[in-house]
């Protein structure tokens, strides 16, 4: 079932690796099919370099597995609640990447410094209020899902593809897996950028609304005029 599918989410974690993203086997990538209500996940626990299109686990948008021999990613709850908030995505995507998780683990959204972030983003990259207590020892992984979903209130998911966990690590989404992870991609690179920014200036603002909606909306959105028709 789902073999197209299987090998774009495939696709999508190993190119988390190509970019430096992950290590050993952290990191996960899902993409849903809208159509089935089914989601394609990377088997938890397995190395990227034996992993095929097959080892792929399918399960329901309730994070219930379908069809596969392996488990798969502990994340999967997690990935599930983003999909049952976000009908609009595709993909989405977990990593440790460096830059991304020390603004997660420093409890802060990453401010919108620069043309390169507006083009991505409409505002800053969200971080979640930390998870409480009875939030961890419970439903922990779906209890992320909810932090994320509820910090994401009144945001457009495609116009705010990523949330960063407080204490943990960024979550990514797109119109699909492979726009999922490139975006997981951009935000390890806004991440080092902004850190940088504001190594050499840490009173630097965000950049003005003017500038911001000029870069997003020529991006996104009916006006959009970036790219080849
Ligand atoms: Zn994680």
Not at 175 to 189: G, L, M, Q, R
Not at 197 to 219: E, M, V, W, Y
């Amino acid at each position: 079932m789902l073999d197209e599918l299987r090998a774009e989410v495939l696709d999508a974690n190993l190119e988390l690796v190509r970019r430096g993203l992950v290590i050993y086997t952290f990191g996960n990538a899902s993409g849903v099919s809208w159509k089935h209500g089914m989601i394609v996940i990377k088997p938890s626990g397995v190395p990227y370099e034996r992993m095929t299109p097959a080892d792929m686990v399918v399960a329901d948008l309730q994070g219930n597995v379908v069809e596969g021999k392996l488990r798969p990613s502990t994340d999967l709850p997690t990935h599930a609640a983003l999909y049952r908030a976000f009908p609009s995505i595709g993909g989405v995507v977990h990593t440790h990447s460096r830059h991304a998780t020390a603004w997660a683990q420093a409890g802060r959204e990453i401010p919108c410094l620069g043309t390169t972030h507006a083009d991505y983003f409409h505002g800053p990259v969200p971080a979640t209020e930390p998870l409480t207590a009875p939030e961890i020892e419970g439903d922990y992984e779906a209890n992320a899902g909810v932090a994320i979903v509820r910090r994401m209130e009144g945001l457009d998911p495609l116009a705010c593809p990523a949330c960063l966990i407080a204490g943990h690590a960024p979550f990514c989404w797109g119109k699909s897996v492979t726009e999922a992870a490139h975006n997981a991609v951009i935000v390890e690179e806004l991440a080092a950028m902004a850190w940088i920014t504001l190594s050499i200036n840490p009173g630097c603002q965000p950049i003005s609304r003017a500038l911001r909606d000029k870069h997003h909306f020529r991006k996104h959105g009916p006006t959009a005029t970036y790219g080849q028709k």
